[in-house]
């Protein structure tokens, strides 16, 4: 019998082929066995957001070389200070839009975690970023961490916008709220770790049709393997610990999150 289908949201396919010399050695770095393990967990959907335009080439090169993997372009926000010398990102960015499998705008938003020193130009990466994406009618996947208020403000100015609350790391609350501007919720693999009790409240409330689910490889590996790289293939524990949560099965919660990423990325 063949795998229940599964969609990651969200992969780093081009980081995971640089981890030549991991100490852990489990994943591997050659991106075809990586897909291997990821199409026999399920997994026929990909999308590969990037972080900064020197990545471009190597990220939609992994969308050609897999009929599964789709990409999507942007800066991340720990990456702006890479663009402050490139005035034409913007414009390289809107040109790769009309790729056949660039799917999304991604990844952007605010990061107040590690480094405060560039928080202006993050915002402003974003905000543009956003209209981008408006003006494209593309999905923007967002990254948030520790800026919860911010990325609801900034997106705020941008009503029209849509997209995807990626690796997300608030409480039911905020989801609804973040549902009421029109992005998805999607979850990754901390909604396993024990302590998530706020993750785990936002996976339960949030209705069905608006969660996504990903890896974020290769960080952030679910449980029983926290700490150690990440690949697509352990998507599928996001979507059991979903289907534990609500009290539902997993081929429900396959199901309902595989349609809901096709329908924002524009797969259906
Ligand atoms: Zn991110
Ligand atoms: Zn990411």
């Not at 990037?50 to 190597?58: K, L, N």
Request: net charge negative; aromatic share 8%; proline share 6%.
């Amino acid at each position: 019998m063949s795998a229940i289908p599964i969609f990651d949201s969200h992969c780093h396919l081009d980081y995971i082929a640089r981890q030549t010399d991991h100490p852990e050695g489990e994943t591997g770095s050659d991106s075809a066995q990586v897909m291997e393990r990821a199409i026999a967990a399920g997994v026929q959907l990909l999308v590969n957001p990037s972080v900064t335009p020197a990545r471009f080439p190597e990220v939609i090169a992994m969308a050609e070389r897999f009929e599964q993997v789709y990409a999507a372009v942007a800066v991340h926000p720990t990456d702006v200070a890479d663009v402050i010398d490139q005035p034409g990102w913007l414009a390289e960015v809107e040109a790769l839009l009309a790729h056949p499998k660039v799917v999304a705008i991604g990844e952007t938003g605010l990061d107040y975690h590690w480094d405060l020193t560039h928080v202006d130009l993050q915002k402003r990466c974003f905000k543009a970023l956003l209209e981008l994406g408006r003006k494209h009618d593309l999905p923007v996947i967002v990254h948030d961490r520790e800026a919860h208020e911010d990325v609801m403000a900034i997106i705020a100015e941008v009503p029209g916008v849509r997209g995807i609350m990626h690796c997300f790391s608030g409480d039911a609350a905020f989801a609804r709220q973040m549902i009421a501007h029109n992005f998805y919720i999607s979850f990754a693999g901390n909604l396993t770790f024990k302590k998530a009790t706020n993750l785990h409240e936002a996976a339960t409330e949030t209705p069905l049709e608006w969660m996504l689910v990903e890896t974020d490889s290769p960080f952030l590996s679910p449980m029983p393997f926290r700490g150690k790289p990440n690949e697509p293939a352990r998507v599928k524990l996001v979507v059991e610990k979903i289907a534990e949560l609500r009290g539902i099965s997993y081929q429900e919660v396959a199901e309902a999150t595989t349609y809901n990423a096709r329908k924002v990325f524009g797969l259906l």
